[in-house]
Every structure is written in structure tokens, then in C-alpha cells.
């Protein structure tokens, strides 16, 4: 894809991504999260990937007087290879805002965009399907906190047991010992033991997922910053452009005429 020029764009709302320019966001077959070569779940559904193509060209595009007003989440994403990257890339007056022109306020979106009254439904992103993936997706996260509370619970049940038993058999003196002992040393043997390790070891990794994932959750809908912008090279933000891609320099105030 090469000598491509975007302009005079106006995009009002967008509920994803007002500009998309990488590999294609798809689905081609029953699984709609799966990455052909990047997944329509990416990036809110969690373990989903979009990756740029290696065998895909892009070079010398420019996108001029686009204007995105009020988007539901991030202005977008710039992907590609980074064995292969984008090749000169200009956003010219490309402007982000919250708010929306007030002559459009009270015009009726259906009349200004025809295409708002003609559903698209593709059947490998049918809702059903959509929703049978993140419930499934939620019973396996609470599968996996049951498990680490259950090994928890046992763990201490056992311990705890296994404590009762050693002490009912031991003689006064040395019964008195061990509690002083175990006073001093805070159950260090419970502690230590391989089960709790692996118990601690898995609710750090659950709980690193969550936070990855809310991470995730938050720069999807920053307007403020694109949420991915890789694989470019020489990529230039001229004019009013706001915000600026990350990985684009930053020449705004001039102009590419």
C-alpha cells in the first residue's frame, strides 16, 4: 500500500478506533478472537494479540484535514512489522477533540450518515459468540481464584492439623518448648513449605494479569494518546495534529503544502 492521501475526513463518536492503520482487525473463522492476523478481541479481551505482517508495505501515506470529534476510547492504532515498517507517514491537521462542533449537535445522525441505516452483521462476530468467549474466559479466572483459595484453605487445614497431633504427643516440658519456639519463629515452617510457595507464586501471577489487563483497559480509552504506534519510520505530525502519535516527530505548527 503506497502514495495513499486521506483527506477532508470528519468522524463523529467513534466506538473503537477512529484511525486504523496495520494489519487487518479480523475474523475467518468460528473463533472471533482469534488473531487472522490480529484478533477483532484485542485488545480488551485478555491473551488476544494483533502483530504487524512482515510481508505487508507501507509507504508514503499521508492523512490530512481529519478531524475525530468526542471518540469512546483511544484515537487509534499505527502497527506494523518492525522488520518492515511503515515508511513516511504524515498526519497533517489530524485533530482529536472531546467535544463536538456546535452545528452538529442536534443534527440527527441517521440523515447525515446514510450508512447508519444499514446494519452490518458478519456472522463470525455474531454477539452470541462474542459473549460465549469473555463468560467463558471469566468462569476460567474464577476457576483459577477457586483453586488457589482451595489449595490455600487446605494448606492451613493440614498445617494446622499436622501441628495438633505433634503437640498431643509430645511431654508437658517439651509441648511448653515448642510453643515458645513456634512463638519465636512466627510458623516459619509453614512458610516454607513448597505448597505455599506455589500458592503465593500463582496468586502473584493472577494478580499480575488483573493488573496487566486494567492497564490495558485504561489506554483503550485514553483520547489523549494513541494506543499503539509501532513500526513506523519516519513518521511526521504537521499542523494543528493533536494529539501526536508516540512515535511520530513532532513538526506541528508547519504544514506539508
Same mark, same amino acid.
Given at each position: 500500500?503506497?502514495n &495513499?492521501?486521506?483527506?477532508? #475526513?470528519? *468522524?463523529f463518536e $467513534?466506538q473503537?478506533?477512529g484511525?486504523? %492503520?496495520g494489519p487487518a482487525?479480523?475474523?475467518?473463522n468460528?473463533n472471533p478472537?482469534?488473531?487472522?492476523p490480529?484478533?477483532?478481541c484485542?485488545p480488551?479481551?485478555?491473551f488476544t494479540?494483533c502483530?504487524?505482517?512482515?510481508?505487508?508495505?507501507?509507504?508514503? &501515506?499521508?492523512?490530512?484535514? #481529519?478531524? *475525530?470529534?468526542h $471518540?469512546?476510547?483511544s484515537p487509534?492504532? %499505527?502497527l506494523?512489522d518492525?522488520s518492515?515498517?511503515?515508511e513516511?507517514?504524515?498526519?497533517?491537521?489530524?485533530?482529536v477533540?472531546?467535544?463536538?462542533?456546535s452545528?452538529?449537535?442536534?443534527?440527527?445522525?441517521?440523515?447525515?450518515?446514510a450508512?447508519l441505516?444499514e446494519p452490518?452483521?458478519?456472522s463470525?462476530t455474531?454477539?452470541?459468540?462474542?459473549w460465549?468467549?469473555?463468560i467463558?474466559f471469566?468462569i476460567?479466572?474464577?476457576?483459577l481464584?477457586?483453586l488457589?483459595?482451595?489449595a490455600?484453605?487446605?494448606?492451613?487445614?493440614?498445617t494446622?492439623?499436622?501441628g495438633?497431633?505433634?503437640?498431643?504427643?509430645?511431654p508437658?516440658?517439651?509441648?511448653?518448648?515448642a510453643n515458645?519456639?513456634a512463638?519465636?519463629?512466627?510458623g516459619?515452617s509453614?512458610?516454607a513449605s513448597?505448597?505455599?510457595?506455589?500458592?503465593i507464586?500463582a496468586?502473584?501471577?493472577?494478580?499480575?494479569?488483573?493488573?496487566k489487563?486494567?492497564k490495558?483497559s485504561?489506554?483503550?480509552?485514553?483520547?489523549?494518546?494513541?494506543f499503539s504506534c509501532?513500526g513506523?519510520m519516519?513518521?511526521?505530525?504537521?499542523g494543528?495534529?493533536?494529539?501526536?502519535?508516540?512515535c511520530f516527530?513532532?513538526?506541528?505548527?508547519q504544514?506539508?503544502?
Amino acid at each position: 500500500v503506497e502514495n &495513499i492521501l486521506f483527506e477532508n #475526513i470528519t *468522524i463523529f463518536e $467513534p466506538q473503537q478506533w477512529g484511525i486504523w %492503520i496495520g494489519p487487518a482487525q479480523q475474523s475467518i473463522n468460528g473463533n472471533p478472537c482469534k488473531a487472522n492476523p490480529c484478533s477483532l478481541c484485542w485488545p480488551t479481551v485478555p491473551f488476544t494479540t494483533c502483530k504487524g505482517i512482515q510481508e505487508s508495505k507501507y509507504r508514503n &501515506i499521508t492523512l490530512r484535514d #481529519i478531524y *475525530i470529534y468526542h $471518540p469512546l476510547g483511544s484515537p487509534g492504532v %499505527i502497527l506494523a512489522d518492525e522488520s518492515n515498517p511503515i515508511e513516511n507517514i504524515t498526519f497533517d491537521n489530524v485533530v482529536v477533540s472531546n467535544d463536538i462542533p456546535s452545528q452538529f449537535k442536534n443534527v440527527e445522525r441517521s440523515k447525515m450518515f446514510a450508512g447508519l441505516n444499514e446494519p452490518i452483521q458478519d456472522s463470525y462476530t455474531h454477539p452470541v459468540k462474542v459473549w460465549l468467549y469473555v463468560i467463558g474466559f471469566c468462569i476460567l479466572i474464577v476457576g483459577l481464584v477457586w483453586l488457589v483459595g482451595f489449595a490455600f484453605i487446605s494448606i492451613v487445614r493440614r498445617t494446622s492439623r499436622s501441628g495438633e497431633s505433634a503437640v498431643s504427643q509430645e511431654p508437658l516440658l517439651q509441648q511448653r518448648e515448642a510453643n515458645m519456639a513456634a512463638g519465636a519463629g512466627g510458623g516459619g515452617s509453614f512458610f516454607a513449605s513448597k505448597k505455599m510457595i506455589a500458592v503465593i507464586v500463582a496468586s502473584v501471577v493472577v494478580a499480575a494479569v488483573v493488573q496487566k489487563e486494567m492497564k490495558i483497559s485504561e489506554e483503550t480509552y485514553n483520547v489523549q494518546n494513541y494506543f499503539s504506534c509501532e513500526g513506523v519510520m519516519n513518521g511526521v505530525a504537521t499542523g494543528n495534529t493533536w494529539p501526536v502519535p508516540s512515535c511520530f516527530a513532532d513538526e506541528t505548527g508547519q504544514s506539508t503544502e
